[in-house]
């Protein structure tokens, strides 16, 4: 439970624009806090925020009302896996996570899937749906008709939560899936798949809907590791990460080639990759309608998504980071996305608004 004695705003208390309103890429702080996921189902923002001075590593869920200005909070904290988003659909605000069945790490409950009610957070249901421990990796998408692609390990479910039936169970041959993302029109799905010791999955794999038939793979190069991925209409974007770096390519549809490199640095081909000075490994590209977003430690830039050319930038200060740092969601013609200091509302150029 939420500690009494904690203090929490009730309504958004927006600073002034910075720069002055109506410049490209004017931005203000709407909601202070540290937070690690936002998803926006029309006007209203979901997110997860990390509470201070706990041993234990719980989140609380948000509830932006942009229309009213509101913030409202859950009154059960959830220990929740750092790389599951929220997933909302019409049966539920939905979390993937823990039940920790003491604060040591070591022992951590099963994988948890919790469903809150949309509009009074109330923590509806906890399902067990997975294993205890560290080490499988987990991740939940939204799909449509309120269902979820739930992939645990090896194993991808298509469930309807309410009643729970599982609709299809596709398995992964020797490999655990690490993120899923779906192409726009909803044919094809690509998978990143952690590596295994013979090395004989594909990291990269493109299967067709419904039947998850493979239909092409991709390699990464060895010493790089996977991060988030993101699919557009012709191509697909992917974090990678070795060390204290990163980089964001993107592949070809059919994952035969690197048609872009972004963060290369001295690795670039040419002009069109720009490497934005360098990026660490919380560097993002997430393919949002009219534009993919990159967000960097030193950078802030929206892309046609098929292309990577960069429609407009805004280069971060190098002591304070970019505007936004992570998830970002488009709600009408503005942008919501997260930063050191909170949740920030930005008003983007005209060339990122397509």
């Known amino acids: 439970m939420v500690p009494r004695h904690q203090v929490l705003p009730r309504h958004l208390v927006a600073t002034r624009w910075s720069p002055q ?3 490209p890429w004017s931005h203000r702080l709407l909601l202070a806090g540290a937070f690690t996921d936002l998803v926006s189902p029309g006007h209203v923002l979901y997110l997860l925020e990390t509470l201070p001075h706990r041993a234990e590593p719980m989140q609380l869920l948000v509830r932006v009302d942009l229309r009213t200005g509101t913030v409202g909070y859950a009154r059960r904290l959830v220990p929740v896996s750092g790389t599951v988003p929220i997933v909302v659909s019409r049966s539920g605000v939905w979390l993937l996570g823990w039940a920790w069945l003491s604060l040591n790490l070591e022992r951590a409950g099963p994988l948890t899937l919790y469903r ?23 991740t939940l998408t939204g799909w449509t008709g309120g269902r979820l692609w739930l992939s645990v390990g090896a194993a991808v479910r298509l469930i309807r939560p309410v009643p729970w039936t599982v609709l299809q169970t596709v398995r992964i041959r020797s490999g655990q899936v690490q993120w899923l993302s779906f192409s726009p029109d909803l044919r094809r799905v690509y998978l990143a798949v952690a590596r295994t010791e013979d090395g004989r999955v594909p990291p990269l794999q493109e299967r067709t809907l419904p039947g998850w038939r493979l239909l092409h793979a991709g ?3 060895s010493d790089l590791n996977i991060g988030p991925i993101s699919a557009a209409d012709a191509g697909l974007w992917m974090t990678a990460g070795g060390g204290t770096t990163g980089q964001i390519q993107l592949f070809s549809a059919d994952l035969s080639h690197v048609r872009l490199v972004l963060g290369a640095g001295e690795l670039a081909r040419g002009p069109e990759e720009k490497h934005f000075f360098t990026f660490d490994n919380g560097a993002r590209a997430a393919v949002l ?3 993919t977003w990159l967000t960097a430690q030193n950078a802030l830039a929206c892309l046609q998504p098929d292309t990577g050319r960069v429609l407009a930038e805004q280069p971060g200060d190098q002591a304070r980071g970019p505007i936004i740092t992570m998830n970002p969601v ?18 983007p150029p005209a060339a990122c608004q397509r």
């Open 289 to 291: 309608p009219g534009a």
């Open 116 to 138: 809150f009610d949309p509009q009074t957070l109330r923590l509806i249901s906890r399902r067990t749906v997975g294993p205890g421990g560290c080490c499988q990796w987990a």
């Open 21 to 23: 309103q109506g410049r």
């Open 330 to 347: 488009t709600v009408n013609t503005d942008v919501y996305g997260l930063s050191a200091g909170g949740l920030i509302q930005l008003r």
């Open 219 to 221: 390699t990464v190069a």
